[in-house]
Structure formats: C-alpha cells, structure tokens
C-alpha cells in the first residue's frame, strides 16, 4: 500500500446541463461545466466561446474618467508622466502597456521600477522625490500603489498627482490619490479579480478611445503570470491574448519565444512555466528594467540579446532557489508542531524567497514564510506563501503592528518586519491556525473529474477537453483518476527526480509522468494495481505524438509484496520513510545499531502478543514453522512486505532420497554391521552417485531412529533395532518441512508468494489463547 500525499475529492458525477444541445456539447464537456457552476446554455457558450463583447464596459472602473481626463490635459500640456511599475512579470507587462499607451498618445514619459533590494516592494518616498526634481507632474502607478498612503502624502505635498492602477487587496485606508483605478474599488464594476495588466489595458483603451487589440498579448502575460483566476473577463483577456501572442510581432516577445522554445501556438503552460518564469527572474536578481526594455524595443537583435541576457539570468535564479530551498528545509526540521513554517537567514537572496515558500508549502502542506535577515538595517525582508486553507492576507492583518510592510492576497504576501519580531511572527501566528484549522485542513486536496479508462483515452479527448482552455485559477485543467498495472516504472532526469511509468491495455498505450516523484520508485512494487491522478495531454517529439498523463499524485491500495530473494547482504535503508513504522524478522538478531530507530527488529521466537501493526514488514531469514511465520504476518498485518530470503543450503533443491535409497543403505550397514565414514563414504559416493550430504542424512535419519549409532566416525548398526517407519523420524520431517517452506516462500512465483502471503493474513483468526483471555 501507498498513501496518497493529497486529499481526493472526485466531483459530482451528476450533470446539471443535460437539457442542453448534445450535438454542442459532450457529455464529459456538460460534465466539466457543470462542475464550474455553469447551468444555463447560454453561460455555457459564453464559457466555450469566449467573445470580447463579454468584456464589461471600462465606464464601471470608479475614477477613470477622471483619471483620463487628467492625463490628457498632462500630454497636451507636454508634462513630464512618470510610469511606476513592478518588477513581477504582472508589474513590467502593465509598466509596457502603459508605456506604449503613452507614447502613442505622444506623451512625455518614462517608467521606474524599484529595486527589490534597495527599495523593495511599492512606491516609496525617496523615488517620489527623485520624480519632481527630475520634472515630472504625474505620476501613474500600474500593478502597485493601493497600499501606498504614505507615499500618496508625499506627491501631493510636492505638487504631483498621482494615478493608481493596481488589483492588490485594498487595506483600511486608502491612499489620497487624484485617481484610485482599481476593480475592488468599484462598486459598479461587474469582476473584481483583474490582474494588474488588465487594469493597465482598461486605462489604456479609455485613454486610446478604441479597444486595444494589439496590447492583448501583454495583458494576457499578466494576467496569466499572476496567477489570478481565468473567469469572466481574466478568461477572455487570457483567451485572445493567447491568440494574440501566437502570432506577435513585437521583438522582445518574438525573442523570447525563441530562447523559450515556443513554436506556433502559445498555451496558457507556456506563459505560466517559460515566459513569466524568465520575466520574473531579472526583478528577482537585479534591477527589472532589462524585462521591460526586452517588452518595449522594436529593434529584433537588441531585442535577440536581451533574451539570451535574461535566459542566462534564469538560468542562475533557477540555481540560487535550489541553494536556498536546501538550507530552508535543513532549517525547518521536524514540522509536526510548527502551523506555519516561518525561516529566516541572512545572505539569502530576497528575490527568489516567494519561490523558496512556495517548495516549501508543496513539500511540508502548510504556509511558509521565508524571510532574508538585514542585519545592518536590523530588519527581515521576505515572502510568503499558504495552503487553500488558511488566508495569510487576512490573518496578516490581524498581527499587522508586527511588520513595518506588508501587502499580498490571501495565498502569497511580501512583508518586512524587525529583527526583534521573528519570535512574535511565529507566536501568534502558529496560535492563529491552530485557532482556525484541524489537522485535516492542512493536507492538500485535489479535485479529480472522473475515473477514466484506458481505453477512453486518445488524443480526441485530450483535443475535446481543450475547449475549456487556457486553464487556470478557478478554471483548473481536468483531473483523472486512472487505476492500472503499470508495464514498466523508470526514474529518470537529473539525479532522478522524477518517475516515468508506461501503461497498456491491448493496443492502447499511456504514458505517465510525475515530476518530482522520484523517491517513490523504492515504493513501488511489480505487477500491483496503481491508482494515479492527473492531466491529460500531448506529448510531441520530433514529430511523434503521445498522449500522456502529468501525475499530481498516487496512491497503491492493495497490500504489496517487493521480492529480493536471492540478494546477499540486501540493504533496506531506500524502502525505510520517516515516521513509518516497519519490522525485520530474523532468526536471531542483528545489531541493534544496524537500523534506523523507526525499524523494530524480531525473531521467530518474540512474543507475538507484545507485537503491534506496522507499514512494512522486512522478512530476511526462514522460518522453521509456518504456523508461526503466519501468526507472525497476522499481527504485524503489514501494508508492504519486503522478501529479503536467501539460502546457503537448500532442502529443497538436494534431491530427497527415496525410500529404496534407505533400503539399500541400510541394509549395506545391515550386512557391514558398521562403516567407517572417512574411508569408505567416498566409495558410496561413486558406487551411487550420491552427495555426501545426501548420505548423511539418511544416516542421520537411522540415527534419529535408533536404527544406528554413531561413535568416532563410524556409523554402526543397531542389532536390536525397534521397527519404525521413515516418517517417525523428526530430522525426516524436518527435511520435509524445511523443503516444503522453501517451495513457498523462496522457490515460488512472484504471483504465487504474493497469493499465498494475503491468503495467511486474509484468513487469520485470532491465536487460541488471545480467544480464551478475550473471553
């Protein structure tokens, strides 16, 4: 048995849509729709067919007006317009889309981005006064600035307007800005949940006077990066900013598809995994300019250089969080008591500390937070991430006098605190979550469609569940679950971090990919059903297509039986987990240093009473009983069995001796009276072709009979001998026992141990003197 690492959730099987037009739409198409809430026909085609007509009318968006007014006036006044942007791959698409907004309104602008590590998140004082001595009289704000009341005060002092378009969680107090343009500060806007980008994009089409179709493509980077959920206007934005994208002829985004590896159609994957990764990656090393001048430049070799510039610099962000991840998690130790992971150390780099939390919450399912220690300012600068079920935003705020900066949304947040408040961090909020969650809420669930078969998979169904794309938040890619034997598990990639399975079924064929599952493979047995979640795609390679499916989790539910029988000085550390209980069975111990200390060792004689169940059982030695070996199996009740037997002298591969090989031997010593076993043994030998080890059995069954004596190396008869048959001898049916034990545990089939092991432990009773002192 496996356990998955996941909660399972399978949806409601039952669709709320079979009144519409099955020539429209599948039945698997009705049931995905109506998992997402969608029961009318026309939600559904809207949903399927997204249109631009779905978008809602930038007039709803409180202020702009105002704010398009105002910078009208500073673009025909030619008033200097500063463009404050952010350095994520949401913050530096809206500063490009602003910028080009701008320049063809023939404005006088430049944009800034802060420096994560000098100035860290958001407007600040010091950039607001370097703005007016440089001449500048407005200031927009894109994907940033809704927390920035400080700063607000500080332009209007200086004489600056300042326009703020920003999607972040609005806090208690809002800045006193000229214009606030942000959805969740609308009360008539119809969707709340626009990326940054898509803020910038409505500003621009009221500021162009046209719907601007060919800044699509860089909304859609934002609003895909940033995580946001792809309904309603994010899903059309995402949808035909895709298209967009596909076939754009903007340098910078050519460039970087190339050195992405994009070709032809670009995939919501595509944005989420290469380009917002490689957009992200400058604002976390350096200064973020190099992104937006790659997204602005119309020149396609600087824009070629650029790309290969921000390539390697992805390169080495990739390697600093590696660096970082392995020291966070020496850091963290044990988690069993810690509610939220809270790690801080000096040196590391700020910019990749959101990623490091986000590793840390996949491997140890609670929230993380991860903060670089400045201890020259005396302060901590970090990031933050959380699990489903507990909303950071929300209990940040709760604590908010512990930090200096904080801002976020209910799954990730940026903060910075005082050195002095890390114990305090830790304190209350551990107290918070465990106010507010039990131990279930911390495993993570996943929502699976359906059971799937293999025959039903084929790359028409993948194509059929593409109509529901570009998947996102509140629009995740389909789940299935897939139960099968696989034919063939390999590890494979860089020091085997991830496990490639191949199943089959007649002709059909699925590959199985799980990235990140590596470990598992010591876990997984031959021949044993394997239930697995996951997606369902196409895998193409030089011209072939497969459909596959990328795993999110699995889980074994039947009893597994791992067979190394025959491997000398066999190692069982790659099969112990931490915090598993397991058991080896031995005919007398080993030392008891030998194992880790979650490994109870036992011998065949250990009081079975005083035994308990474990997950996985270890059997090195034979046993000399069965009945005991079963009893045994029967309160251990293991989920996985590991048979480590090997032998040095076998039973049941020596030919046992018939009974007229005893006739004749006997009544050889019968006519000698005796033999002397060092003289005349090898003649025995030749004359019968027998082992010696075979001869001294036979004797030793005489022996055991009192058919002989044997005395100074010579085998004498017993002239008196009581009659008795060959089967009254104990060492006889010792022989016989320890070769029928063999035949099942060592000689047998994989399939036949397997059979006979769950048979033993399916049919166990309870022992006759556990009965008689239950009653």
Known sequence: ??????????????????????????????????????TSHEEAEAFVSPDLAQLYDVQFLSDIDKAAERVHKGITADEKILVYGDYDADGVSSTAIMIKTLQELGAVCDYYIPNRFTEGYG?????????????YELIITVDTGIAAVHEASIAKQLGMDLIITDHHEPQEELPDAYAIIHPKCSPDYGFKDLAGAAVAFKFAERLLGYFPKHLLDLAAIGTIADLVPLISENRVIAYYGLK?????????????????????????EDIGFSIGPRLNAVGRLQDADLAVQLLLTDVQDEADQMAESIQSINEERQKIVSDIVKEAEEITGPV??????????????????????SNLVRKYDRPAIVL???????????????????????????????????????????????????????TE????????????????????????????????????????????????????HVKEVPE???????????????????????????????????????????????????????????????????????????????????DITPYVQDHIDCAAVYQSLPDENAYPDNVLCVTYDTDISVLREVNTLFLFD??????????????????????????QDSAFMNVFPAREDFKWLYALLHKRKQIDINRELPMIMDAKAWTKERIKFMANVFFDLDFVKIENDFIKINPNPVKKDLTESAVYQDRLNKAEIEKILYYSTYDELRSWLSECIKDRGTPKEELVYGL
């Not at 069993?336 to 939390?357: F, M, P, R, S, T």
């Not at 990919?513 to 030089?542: Q, R």
């Not at 996985?640 to 090997?646: L, R, T």
Request: hydrophobic share 40%.
């Open 429 to 480: 909020l551990n107290d918070l979550i465990h106010q507010e969650l039990t131990a279930e809420d911390f495993t993570q669930e996943i929502e699976v469609v359906k059971t799937i078969g293999l025959p039903e998979i084929n790359e028409e169904l993948v194509e059929e569940i593409s109509q529901l794309a570009p998947f996102g938040m509140a629009n995740p890619k389909p789940v299935f």
């Open 123 to 135: 407007p600040n004082e010091e950039a607001f006064k370097a703005a007016h001595e440089n001449g």
């Open 372 to 426: 670089s220690i400045l201890p020259e300012d005396g302060i901590m600068k970090g990031s933050a991430r959380s699990i489903p079920a507990f909303d950071l935003f929300a209990n940040c705020m709760k604590i908010r006098d512990i930090f200096t900066h904080f801002g976020g949304h209910a799954q990730a947040a940026g903060m910075t605190l005082p050195l002095d408040n890390l114990q305090s961090l830790k």
């Open 336 to 357: 069993d008591n810690q509610g939220v992971i809270v790690v801080a150390k000096e040196g590391w780099n700020q910019g990749v500390l959101g990623i490091v939390a």
């Open 244 to 268: 967009t994208l596909s076939n754009s002829d903007k340098p910078g985004l050519v460039a970087l598809k190339k050195v992405c590896g994009i070709n032809g159609e670009v995939t919501e």
């Open 622 to 647: 034979m046993p000399t009983d069965l009945e005991t070996f079963k009893w045994l199996l029967e309160r251990f009740n293991p989920a996985n069995i590991h048979a480590c037997f090997s032998l």
């Open 1 to 38: 048995m496996l356990e998955s690492k996941m909660k399972w959730k399978f949806a409601d099987s039952q669709s709320h849509l079979s009144h519409l037009d099955s020539n429209r739409f599948s039945p698997l198409i009705k049931e995905l729709l109506s998992q997402r809430g969608i």
């Open 488 to 570: 063939d598990i390999r590890q494979i990639g860089h020091n085997k971090k991830h496990l490639k399975m191949q199943f089959r079924h007649q002709d059909k064929i699925l590959e199985g990919i799980g990235f990140g599952f590596g470990d598992l493979y010591d876990h997984l047995s031959s021949k044993t059903p394997i239930s697995i979640v996951g997606e369902l795609g196409i895998n193409e390679w030089n011209g072939f297509r497969k459909v596959q499916i990328i795993m999110q989790d699995m889980k074994i539910d039947e009893r597994q039986l791992f067979d190394h029988r025959g491997k000398l000085e066999f």
